[in-house]
């Protein structure tokens, strides 16, 4: 019940393309749903989060759809441009202890 | 304040010496964790604090680890008599203590990268 899956485990995308990265989890007790983006050789770092009382949050050219009842949600990266070649992680976490459970990640990598 | 700071970047050692890292949070988090991460994986839960008490610890936390935050500021992971598959990423990372019922960011460091040879 700790699970959270994430797919694919790759991604080539066009440069200006759209990217779209899933997850799904399986606790009902997670409320905090946060992505992360990992360069090689760096700590990942919080792109957007968001929580299960909104379907969608936008910051910019990252978009998080959740979709509560099928217990998914999915980062949408538009106008992909070779900066957002990463590895993203999607996460979940409880409100008490905050610890965050990762999915498997997703390398992505973005053509000129 | 320059973000969580974690020392060193990398280590060999030889299976079976012990190995400790250290964590710097960021000031006045008070929350800090840690994590392993495999190549190809994600981050995989290991502990975490609040201030100086050591309020959850995984199952992967073997009898070998151990961490400590002794003032509620830096932190340690020690590692006995590693072994090979021990190599990874440490990551370290801090938060701010939110109002009930909120999260707030977890900062990562830049990791300790093990290799037990």
């Known amino acids: 019940q700790q699970q959270v899956k994430q797919s694919p485990q790759s991604l080539i995308v066009q440069k200006g393309g759209i990217s779209i990265i899933n997850c799904a989890y399986e606790n009902t007790a997670f409320d905090y749903f946060p992505w992360y983006q990992q360069f090689p050789g760096k700590g990942p770092a919080l792109l957007i989060a968001?929580?299960?009382?909104?379907s969608e949050k936008k910051e910019g050219r990252f978009t998080i759809s959740f979709n509560k009842s099928a217990k998914q949600f999915s980062l949408h990266i538009m106008d992909s441009q070779p900066g957002d070649s990463a590895t993203y992680f999607c996460a979940a976490s409880k409100s008490q202890g905050g610890k965050l459970i990762f999915g498997q990640g997703t390398e992505l990598s973005v053509k000129p | 304040d320059t973000g969580v700071s974690q020392n060193p970047r990398h280590k060999i050692t030889k299976r079976g010496q012990n190995v400790t890292f250290r964590c710097d949070p960021i000031s006045e988090h008070n929350r800090l964790y840690w994590y392993r991460q495999t190549l190809g994986q994600g981050p995989e839960f290991l502990t975490y604090?609040?201030?100086?008490?050591?309020?959850?610890k995984s199952r992967l936390l073997s009898d070998r680890f151990s961490a400590e935050r002794p003032k509620g500021s830096f932190s340690t992971l020690e590692i006995q008599r590693t072994e090979q598959g021990d190599s990874a990423m440490y990551l370290c990372?801090?938060?701010?203590?939110?109002?009930?019922?909120?999260?707030?960011?977890?900062?990562f460091g830049q990791g300790t990268r093990l290799t037990v040879v």
């Open positions: 604090f609040q201030n100086e008490a050591q309020l959850e």
């Open positions: 990372a801090s938060s701010p203590r939110g109002s009930p019922n909120q999260n707030t960011e977890a900062f």
């Open positions: 968001i929580r299960p009382d909104v």
